[in-house]
């Protein structure tokens, strides 16, 4: 059985830094392209960022790059989101998902698997 548990969620301040994490089971996580999306209230599921199975390649969606870092230790089975300088329009549920492949991917329809999601809220 796939699970995915993401924590580290939280109610910031404008400017302040998260780490969320992405504890991986029941899949060969070492192979597997690993991604970030968020959802706020009334909008569509989105993009944040995604890493291929090595760490080795990166990409970002453009409304978080140089603010936000993606990384993985595939000894632990864990995919991380560094998100620094935050702003309110960051609110949102963070969900952690599991490709289909080896690499990194923008679509929804690339991922098989997904956690239950974690709630960040910045406030201005």
């Known amino acids: 059985q796939v699970q995915l548990v993401e924590s580290g969620g939280g109610l910031v301040q404008a400017g302040d830094s998260l780490r969320l994490s992405c504890l991986a089971s029941?899949?060969?996580?070492?192979?597997?392209?690993m991604g970030w999306f968020r959802q706020a209230p009334g909008k569509e599921r989105e993009f944040v960022a995604s890493?291929?199975?090595?760490?080795?390649?990166?990409y970002y969606a453009d409304s978080v790059k140089g603010r936000f870092t993606i990384s993985r230790d595939n000894a632990k089975n864990m995919v991380y989101l560094q998100m620094n300088s935050l702003k309110p329009e960051d609110t949102a549920v963070y969900y952690c998902?599991?490709?289909?492949?080896?690499?990194?991917?923008?679509?929804?329809?690339?991922?098989?698997?997904w956690g239950q999601g974690t709630q960040v809220t910045v406030s201005s």
């Open positions: 998902a599991a490709a289909r492949g080896r690499n990194w991917y923008l679509s929804i329809i690339n991922y098989d698997y």
């Open positions: 029941g899949i060969t996580f070492s192979s597997t392209g």
């Open positions: 890493i291929n199975w090595s760490g080795g390649s990166l």
